[in-house]
Every structure is written in structure tokens, then in C-alpha cells.
DNA sequence: AGGAGTTTGTGAACGGGAGAACAAAACGGC
DNA sequence: GCCGTTTTGTTCTCCCGTTCACAAACTCCT
């Protein structure tokens, strides 16, 4: 979030800013901002505030994002189309290679400028590309079977956009985005704010 | 996620189940579970487990999902469009009662059964189906001014799917979901794996 | 009826993130 | 060259979520 303000900040010419600015464009505390970048090492001068274009470097190399990272994408149907067409991967350092999905109907389809090819040519397309990050936005009866042969294929990184839990071994990370869970956590604090004032009181 | 494990272990037919087996569903350590269920009451019999349909019930009753929430979907791009098309948000209690767009090309739209409609017809919609519940599916430029104007017009619960940090009232309740973070998460971690294996190390 | 075996509910310990506060360091003016 | 001002880097404290561990409670078998 530091980075996408940053180069939030550098588009619009500012040269340096204060941690109380940046805290500011991120959403979060000055103290908290300054502590985690504390982490990453000293990067800012005292008295000044940080150098845009520096900090962003150091941030970007340290997450990992100065080179591009190859991604696959299995399941093209409603979100994995979504998905394919969105542009802001690739400005954040993501390459979308290859869209896969278990369809036959689905692979005469050309979505973003990429063929919609067979699942089954998962594990060339992730030797060739030497691909490390999956994406997952198949049904959720479907998503540990792929998850299974992501693995095996040497994928070590997955995002989960199934409603389900993935078993995957040590040394494998798995992230899941939950739209549905999102939706109810909102939907709680709605009923709690109409109990309280009685608006719409649930027997 | 222990009411969606619960409605996985109920369509599979089974009528009770113990702490153990429920954590293990939803993925979580099972005297966790048993806390957080402690705060809704004493919904399990010890020596038994607990009851999967009273249980999930209860869960249901106290987030507020027993009856449907209306929602608004605004910004039907490439992720409005899958959003809306989704029917995940349907069976969970969740209702798409109108998909908003400000480009007028859109109009003639139709998606999942509905028509894509003015953004300004948004005040008249939220009264008359009384909407809390707002998703932003614009690019990041336009979700402040689309959040003021949800705000404006009653909504008291947004979803925000632009990258960008939302300032609301109190008593407005801002989700984020931003993929590009959840995958420079992932590659930060694949980095600081290759960087500990030496396959891939950074100058 | 009573004891063995299960499983819940919860008190206590632990760990870590968030914010307040302040010393250290850099800059600028004189 | 020195002092006041600004802003970082860091320490300390607080608070909350997670986990362990165990007593209480329930079932089943004899
Ligand atoms: N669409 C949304 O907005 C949305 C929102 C929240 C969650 N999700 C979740 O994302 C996932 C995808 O949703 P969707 O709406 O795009 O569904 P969808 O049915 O439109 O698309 C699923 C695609 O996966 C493919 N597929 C099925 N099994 C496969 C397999 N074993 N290997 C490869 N491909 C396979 C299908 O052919 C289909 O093209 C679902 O799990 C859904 O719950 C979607
Ligand atoms: N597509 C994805 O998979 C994806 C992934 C991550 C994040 N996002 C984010 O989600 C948002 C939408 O992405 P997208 O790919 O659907 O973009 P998109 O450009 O395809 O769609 C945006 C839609 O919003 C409409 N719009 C613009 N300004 C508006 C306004 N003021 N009021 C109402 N409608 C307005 C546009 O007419 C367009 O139809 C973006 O902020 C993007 O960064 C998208």
C-alpha cells in the first residue's frame, strides 16, 4: 500500500514526503508507516522526510516487484475473465501467460490477447515460463484438485478466489479472497447498527 | 467460514459434529472455534459435539443472514460484470437489486437478468428498495466520488474493490479487497524463498 | 447407578501489532 | 559554528487475538 501511494505521489511531481503525508495517502498512522519501513532499513533523513523515487525503489525491490512475475490463471469463466482483462496486474509488476480451464468449449476463446488453452498443458506452460504464482477462480469443488497439480507442477505461490480450503504441503503459501465472507462481515455490522436503533429488530 | 463449513457438513448429511471436525472444515484451530462460538452462546453439548442444523442457525441469525440483504453494484467493467453474474452472493443471502454505470453506452446493457441503469438513478433505487449495501467496481479515480454519493444517498456499508483509500463518515463501514496487494504478497514471499535457496538472489 | 471416555467452555499464558512519546539527527538561519 | 526547528527511528506500553490446558458436563457401557 506504501508503494502504490508512492507512485501515487511521484505522478503527481512530488519529489519528497513526510511519513505524516505518506501515512495520509496510504490510510494508516504516521507511527505505524515509520516502524514498518523501519523494518526494511533507514531510507528517510531526518528533519526532512523520505525521497519519493528512492523510497519507491527500496520498497519495490524488497517486496519483490523490479522484475515481472509470470501468472497462471485456471477457471475463465466470469471472474477469471475479469481477471485476464485487468490491466492493473501488469502495471504492478504481474504477467498474465497463460489462461487454462477444464472446458473444451471454452478453448477457442481468446480473452486479453491470450488463447484459452487446455488445463492439461499446466505443467509445460509452468516449465517454460518458469511460473511460480497460480491463480485459482474455478468452482470450489474443482479448486483442490488444481491446487493439487499447481503443486506438483512446481507452483509454490497460490491465490484462491474458491469459497474452500486448500490443503497444500510446507513451503507452498496460499492466500484466499473471499467475496461472499467479505459481503457478511458488512451485512453483521449492518444488523448491529439497526438492533441499536431499532430500526429493524429481529426476533 | 464456520457457517459456510456448516452448510458443507449438512448438504453431506451429517447432523453433528465435534469441535475437532468443524475446525478442520472452516481451517482454523479448534479452540479458537469453541471461543468464538462461546460468544454467541452454549450452543454445543459436551461429550457430543455440536448440532450442524441449530448451529447453523444460530450463526446465521447472529450475522444477520436470515433474511436477504439488497445490494447495488456500481461500475460494470470487466469486474461488475462478473460480480453481478455471480450467484454465490444470491445463495448466501445477498441480493443484486440494480447495476449502475455512469457511461451511457452501457445502458442498453442487460447482465444476470438486469438492465445496467444510470448511476443517477441511485438515490431513487436505495429508497425504494432500502439498500445498506454498496459495492465500487470503478477504477480507482471515480470510487471517492462514487463512495459520497452512496453515502449521501443512505448507503451505510461499502465494498470497495478500487485501489484506493475510501474517507467516509462514522458509522460507514469501508471493506477493501485488493488483488494486486494479495499477489505482491505472494511474490514477496516467493522472493524471500528463492533469495534463502540462492536461485534467484537480488544484487 | 457408577465409572470410563469424550468433548465443550473458559481461565491463563503468550505473542504481536498499534499508537504514544521521545531521543537522535539533519537542516537552515545567523 | 551554534541554536532552534523539523522529522525520523525506536522504545515502551497497551490491547487484542490465538493457543494451551483443564475442569465441568454429557453419553454410553456395564
Ligand atoms: N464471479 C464472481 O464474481 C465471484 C465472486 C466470488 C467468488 N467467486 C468464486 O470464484 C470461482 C469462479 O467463479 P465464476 O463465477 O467465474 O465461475 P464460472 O462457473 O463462471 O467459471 C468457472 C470456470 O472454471 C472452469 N473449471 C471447472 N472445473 C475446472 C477444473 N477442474 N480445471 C480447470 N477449470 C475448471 C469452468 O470450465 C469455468 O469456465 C468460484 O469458486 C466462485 O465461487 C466468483
Ligand atoms: N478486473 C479485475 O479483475 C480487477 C482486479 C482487481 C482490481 N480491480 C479494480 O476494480 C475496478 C474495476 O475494474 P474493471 O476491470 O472492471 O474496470 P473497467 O474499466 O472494466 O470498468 C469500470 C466501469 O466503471 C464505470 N465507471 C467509471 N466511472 C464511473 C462513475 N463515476 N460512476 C459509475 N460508473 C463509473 C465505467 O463506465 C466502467 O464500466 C478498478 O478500480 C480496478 O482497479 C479490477
Redesign the interface.
Known sequence: ?Y??ALIGLAEDGTTTCSSEELAA???VNSAKLRKDLSYLGSYGTRGVGYDVEYLRYQIA??????HD?P?VIVGIG??G???A??S??RS???RVVALLDADPSRHDEVVAGLDVRSFEDLESIVTEHDV??GVIATPAVASQSVADRMVAAGI????NFA?S?LSVPD?V?V?K?????????????????SVATGTEG?S
Do not use: C
Open positions: 500500500m508503494l502504490r495517502s496510504a490510510g525491490r524488497e517486496i519483490g516487484v523490479t512475475w501468472v466470469n471472474l475473465h475479469a481477471l482483462n485487468y492493473g496486474f504492478r509488476g504481474f511460480s504464482i509454490t505461490s497460490i491465490l469459497p480450503v513451503g503459501d492466500r479472497v473471499d467475496l461472499s465472507i467479505e459481503l457478511q462481515i458488512l451485512a453483521y455490522h449492518e444488523q448491529r447498527k429481529v
